[in-house]
DNA sequence: CCGAATGAGTTCCCTCAGGGAACCCTATTG
DNA sequence: CAATAGGGTTCCCTGAGGGAACTCATTCGG
């Protein structure tokens, strides 16, 4: 889709951005994930091309990020839905929001609020040591070379 | 920078892509996370055209994600680095290579694995509620308009 | 029975951003 | 004095994004 080719780096950044690296994409998967599911309601929300909303949404489904579901046959009409995979995305879109809402928002305050289920508090993601449980940032960590790494240069 | 105006949007997913929602921003950041901070690196290990690169150093300093130093003056020569700001973007980039590693890594494994300085373990991160500290995902939680939500139906 | 509306796309054309190569400028090095 | 290095800028070409119009099947209103 992009001129170069993210997916075959040897990277998951350049491989994840193959996937939604282009500002559309996590749009339409936030609109799909709080209910907007359809062609017309996604070309409209978003003021989107129906050309470029059509490629999108193929390309997403290609990747196994969205599914298709018909709810009325004769004329066939079709509904998109997260899939486990663009699911865990959607945990990606609140990180995005976060740090959005942080660096971004002005003084008008964030535009949305999320409210935990387990506790019932409106709250934000912190990014945490799935092993120890501590705060994880970009700070707390050494980069080691994994098995995936390869023979590409560019990692 | 796109042709459509993300970063006027009343969503923060939108602002955030409208900073890094084009898929070399990211790897340029990662890159200058791991070391690689100057022009002439960051073109060769990424491959990207230094017209492009020249584009997104501009476009990152602009918005406070990076800084530029001078490392030498005469003939000036500058490195980037990351600001606050851009440190915590880095959060979201080890967000990325969870989601990549987890869905698009193949049978040859992740390309890069992380050390937590706390724990000391290879690890990984993990979205936790800011408030109560359990798992929050994006099928724990409810939406609600926020304070900035204002007139955009795109919200 | 005819015309309009709905939903989901597809097609066409235009413009602008990405890719690549060449070029520029300043200073140091051999 | 030529070559090299670092950090860009300029040029041109192609292809992706935007917008509007069109298609196709079916249903609804009068």
Redesign the pocket.
């Given at each position: 889709?992009?001129?170069?080719r993210f997916g075959d780096m040897a990277c998951s950044i350049a491989r994840t951005m193959d996937v939604i690296g282009?500002?559309?994409s996590p749009l339409i998967l936030r609109n799909i994930y709080i209910g907007v599911?359809?062609?017309?309601?996604?070309?409209q929300s978003l003021?989107?091309?129906?050309?470029?909303?059509?490629?999108?949404?193929?390309w997403l489904l290609e990747y196994g990020v969205l599914e298709?579901q018909e709810?009325?046959?004769?004329?066939?009409?079709?509904?998109?839905t997260l899939t486990t995979k663009g699911m865990e995305l959607c945990d990606l879109l609140l990180v995005m929001v976060r740090w959005g809402d942080r660096w971004l928002a002005g003084p008008a305050g964030p535009p949305v609020l999320y409210r935990h289920h387990a506790c019932g508090k409106i709250s934000h993601v912190e990014p945490r040591c799935a092993e120890c449980g501590e705060p994880m940032h970009a700070t707390d960590i050494d980069v080691l070379p994994g098995p995936g790494s390869d023979v590409e240069p560019t990692d």
């Open positions: 889709m992009q001129r170069t282009e500002p559309w599911t359809r062609f017309e309601q996604l070309q003021g989107i091309s129906r050309k470029v909303l059509a490629e999108r949404l193929k298709r709810y009325s046959s004769r004329p066939p009409r079709y509904e998109y």
